[in-house]
């Protein structure tokens, strides 16, 4: 009777997955109880199904032993019909288990795609999904390391993982094998305590339901309701995150949910929240860029946030912060916004109101300061705007362009030039934009920083004879930032 209700009890389980016929089924099958479980019961639905079943097995090579693995599999599969797909690792072999799962999910990946497979299974299972939650908590994570193992993940654009196995128990699987006198291999160095998921396993699960008997439950319970609660917050912090940055990257980053290569934020917008929204925010923001150690790098962003510091958050980014922006770009590509493209127009000043464009959609404009007398208030440095006496270069060529080595700034009241670099780490302005400025230059010396400052050089004294201003090509007036 006991076998009878075991049996029924996984094969409902499968059973309940109704989209499960007509397709072309991979199986991630080691040896093990877990996966040869995962195997027998698939074979026992393939032809009411109507399943074309695939077996994938990987040898790692970490065991003299592990041939016999592969021999075992491979004499289920002939015995059953059922066609057999082997690999090995070759080179080096390297004991480390995200280098296997690279590895492991590789081979699938390139499985899926030559038999064109609907799905690749594995035998994941409840206390599996236990373990792996106390395992990154002992490790350090965030909510976002509490939510249970997904049922399903994209391999590739035509195949997903599933794991139809997540409902069921560890015991349930093992008394499902001796009851179906199936064969297995037993793994010695799952006894192993050296290895911290065996340790979790075999000491601390079993000390821990001695303070609840229902520990596995709870945890999955607590898991499930951390995962619902990490969904809606999704969706508070993706409206958050449409209110920092610019509209367009925005509506692409909507459409492809990948991790940036380049976002610029608003920093006055951001530290207006409070906080633990904050805090939240950016746990939120560092996870979807899939920033390593997030949890440990929280305070660090913050306090950088807070205090206008660059720092380098990984090997793929860096951070960068000024007085107005927050800004992660990613190291290796270097990619850049429309902002940022190549800038080098050449010109010389004459008694006509000048036009260029540059960047695709941006225009200096040099007008004429008709007026008499000079009333108007200086704008302020953000904007797009200065009121100069440009007396001393008519007939001279300028260029508007981004920074070269060796460029020279007078800022206002100052009696001498200096570097250019000098100036912008003064100002504070991040790496990643100081050669991205457009500048408006007479040889080597800056004239004009667009948003930040007027040359000395170019000040009006009594009254302007132009007025520069860089607009949007539909006429927009711009400010430096959002």
Request: aromatic share 12%.
């Amino acid at each position: 009777m006991l076998k009878t209700l075991i049996n029924q009890t996984l094969s409902n389980n499968l059973k309940s997955y109704k989209f499960l016929k007509n397709l072309r089924v991979g199986l991630a099958v080691s040896g093990g109880v877990d996966s040869m479980v995962l195997l027998d019961l698939f074979n026992k639905i393939k032809v009411i199904n109507n399943l074309e079943l695939y077996v994938l097995h990987y040898n790692h090579k970490w065991r003299a032993s592990s041939n016999n693995d592969a021999k075992l599999v491979k004499q289920y599969c002939i015995k059953n019909k059922i066609r057999f797909i082997y690999k090995e690792a070759t080179g080096n072999v390297i004991k480390s288990e995200e280098n296997a799962r690279d590895r492991r999910y590789s081979f699938f990946r390139e499985v899926a795609k030559k038999y064109k497979l609907d799905y690749v299974c594995t035998a994941h299972h409840k206390d599996d999904q236990v373990e792996t939650v106390l395992f990154r908590l002992a490790r350090g994570t965030g909510s976002g390391g509490l939510t249970p193992i997904k049922d399903f993940l994209e391999l590739s654009n035509e195949s997903r993982v599933f794991r139809p196995l997540l409902n069921v128990t560890r015991s349930e699987i093992q008394n499902y094998a001796l009851n179906n006198n199936l064969s297995f291999i037993q793994d010695k160095t799952n006894f192993d305590i050296q290895y911290k998921r065996n340790l979790i396993r075999i000491k601390i699960l079993p000390l821990l339901s001695r303070v609840n008997k229902n520990v596995v439950n709870n945890i999955l319970l607590c898991s499930d309701l951390v995962y619902s609660q990490n969904k809606v917050l999704e969706k508070f912090f993706e409206r958050l995150l449409k209110t920092f940055i610019d509209k367009n990257v925005y509506n692409l980053w909507i459409q492809k949910k990948e991790p940036f290569s380049y976002i610029a934020m608003n920093r006055k917008r951001f530290l207006k929240l409070d906080y633990f929204t904050q805090k939240s925010f950016i746990y939120w923001f560092l996870n979807i860029n899939k920033i390593k150690g997030s949890i440990s790098r929280l305070e660090l962003v913050l306090t950088s946030i807070k205090d206008r510091h660059s720092i380098s958050l990984s090997k793929e980014y860096f951070f960068y912060v000024d007085e107005n922006k927050i800004i992660l770009e990613l190291v290796k590509s270097r990619v850049k916004n429309i902002d940022s493209l190549p800038v080098k127009e050449t010109f010389i000043l004459d008694n006509k109101n000048i036009r260029i464009m540059f960047q695709k959609d941006k225009m200096l404009l040099i007008n004429l300061y008709k007026n008499k007398v000079f009333k108007k208030p200086f704008p302020s440095d953000k904007e797009m705007k200065a009121y100069v006496d440009l007396s001393k270069y008519f007939r001279k060529k300028f260029t508007l362009r981004t920074r070269k080595p060796f460029d020279v700034f007078q800022p206002l009241g100052l009696k001498k030039s200096l570097k250019l670099k000098k100036y912008l780490i003064n100002k504070k302005i991040i790496r990643g934009n100081r050669y991205n400025l457009p500048l408006l230059c007479y040889r080597k010396e800056v004239l004009w920083i667009p948003g930040y400052a007027v040359s000395d050089k170019i000040r009006v004294e009594n009254i302007a004879t132009h007025v520069l201003e860089i607009k949007e090509n539909n006429g927009i007036n711009l400010k430096i930032y959002p």
